[in-house]
C-alpha cells in the first residue's frame, strides 16, 4: 500500500523496518531477495535502499527498489545523498524516483569521496543533509522523508549542542522522522532522545541496529562509523575463539538485549540494517515479544 513515512509513523504505535545496500551482481540480487522474502515474514512497514558512496549506485539503488517493488506492495524509501551530485542531478533523480512509485526519501548528505579527509561542496550542489530536505520538501512535497541522526554524536560535528542544532535544522525543514546511526550502548540513545525532546525535536527518534556475528565486523563498523561497542560484548565475542557459531549467537543475543531495552523504553519504531541477510535479523526478531503493530 502506498504511504508516506509521516503516515506510516502516525499510524502505528511501533514501525518496523529494514534497509539494504544495491548488489554488484545478479547473483547478488537473487541473494537479497532470498533473504527479503524471509524478513518479509515479520512484516515491516516498509524498506529502504542506500546510495553508494559518492553517488556512484543511483542506477542500482532505484534498480534494487524496483525488485523490492515487484516483490512486495509495502513502502519504500530510496537513500540519496549530496555527493557527486548538481542540484538538477539531484532532482532528476528525485523525479524517477517518484515516476517509479517510490514514496520517501532518506535524505543524507553523504561522506567525502574515497582518499578525501574533508567534505568539499562541489560547485552547483548542496553542502548540508538539511539542504537536500529543503529541495525535497519545495520539489517533491509528497515525499516522506527521514534524515540521519547521532547518538554518539557525528564525527565531523563541533560538539553535541551544534549536532543536535544542524539536526532540529533538517526536521524544521521538513524530515518526517529521524534514524539514528547504529549504536551499541542504549544509554547513548536514551541521551540522545532526551536531548532532542529537550530542543524541541518533535518527530521519532528512530534507533539503527545492526546485529554484529563476527569478530571482523566489530572491527569495521568501529573504523567506519566509530560506534563504541560495549567492552563485556567485546569480551564475549573474544572468549569465542574462531568459534564462528557461537560468535554468531553472542552478536544475536546481544541485538536481542538491546532491542529489547530500546522497546521497553518505549521506541516508536526499529529500523534493522540488515545488510542483505536475513538470519541474524530473523533469529533477534523470532526471539523478541514486539510490540502491537
Ligand atoms: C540513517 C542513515 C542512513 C545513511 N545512508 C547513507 C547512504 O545511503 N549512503 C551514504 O553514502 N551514506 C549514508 N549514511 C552515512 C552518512 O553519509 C554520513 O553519516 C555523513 O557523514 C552525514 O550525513 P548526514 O546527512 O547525517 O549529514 P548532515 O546532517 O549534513 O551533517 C553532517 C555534519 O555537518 C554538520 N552540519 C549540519 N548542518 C550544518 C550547517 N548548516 N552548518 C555547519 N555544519 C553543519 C553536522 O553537525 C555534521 O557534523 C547514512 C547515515 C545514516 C544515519
Redesign the pocket.
Known amino acids: 500500500m502506498r504511504m508516506n513515512l509521516a503516515e506510516i509513523y502516525k499510524s502505528n504505535p511501533f514501525v518496523l523496518s529494514f534497509?539494504l545496500f544495491p548488489p554488484k551482481s545478479d547473483k547478488g540480487m537473487d541473494h537479497l531477495i532470498e533473504n527479503l522474502r524471509r524478513l518479509l515474514e515479520f512484516h515491516p512497514h516498509f524498506v529502504t535502499c542506500?546510495?553508494?558512496?559518492g553517488g556512484s549506485t543511483r542506477e542500482k539503488t532505484l534498480d534494487t527498489l524496483a525488485h523490492v517493488q515487484a516483490l512486495t506492495d509495502i513502502p519504500v524509501a530510496s537513500?540519496v545523498?549530496c555527493?557527486g551530485a548538481t542540484v538538477e542531478d539531484l532532482k532528476a533523480y528525485l523525479a524517477k524516483a517518484a515516476e517509479q512509485g517510490i514514496e520517501n526519501i532518506?535524505?543524507?548528505?553523504?561522506?567525502p569521496p574515497e582518499g578525501e579527509e574533508e567534505?568539499r561542496t562541489m560547485k552547483g550542489a548542496l553542502?548540508?543533509?538539511?539542504d537536500l530536505v529543503e529541495l525535497i520538501r519545495r520539489e517533491y512535497p509528497e515525499f516522506g522523508i527521514?534524515?540521519?541522526?547521532?547518538p554518539e554524536t557525528?564525527?565531523?560535528?563541533?560538539s553535541p549542542e551544534?549536532?543536535l542544532r544542524?539536526?532540529k535544522?533538517?526536521v524544521d525543514c521538513g524530515a518526517d522522522v529521524v534514524?539514528?546511526?547504529l549504536f551499541y550502548n542504549n544509554d547513548d540513545f536514551l541521551r540522545f532522545r532526551d536531548c532532542c525532546t529537550s530542543k524541541g525535536i518533535c518527530v521519532p527518534i528512530i534507533p539503527?541496529l545492526l546485529p554484529v556475528t563476527n569478530f571482523n565486523q566489530v572491527k569495521r563498523i568501529a573504523s567506519l562509523?566509530g560506534a563504541t561497542l560495549p567492552e563485556d560484548f567485546l569480551n564475549a565475542l573474544e572468549n569465542c575463539g574462531d568459534d564462528t557459531a557461537a560468535q554468531f549467537a553472542v552478536g544475536v543475543e546481544q541485538a536481542t538485549r538491546q532491542a529489547g531495552g530500546l522497546i521497553a523504553h518505549g521506541v516508536a519504531g526499529i529500523?534493522f540494517y540488515v545488510l542483505n541477510k536475513s538470519h541474524a535479523t530473523s533469529e533477534v526478531l523470532g526471539a523478541l515479544e514486539l510490540p502491537p503493530k
Not at 542506500?50 to 558512496?53: K, M, P, V
Open positions: 534497509e542506500t546510495y553508494g558512496a537513500h545523498t555527493v532518506v535524505a543524507i548528505r553523504g561522506d567534505f553542502s548540508f543533509g538539511r527521514a534524515v540521519g541522526g547521532y557525528h564525527p565531523e560535528a563541533g551544534t549536532d544542524y539536526l535544522e533538517k534514524i539514528t546511526q539503527g562509523c529500523h
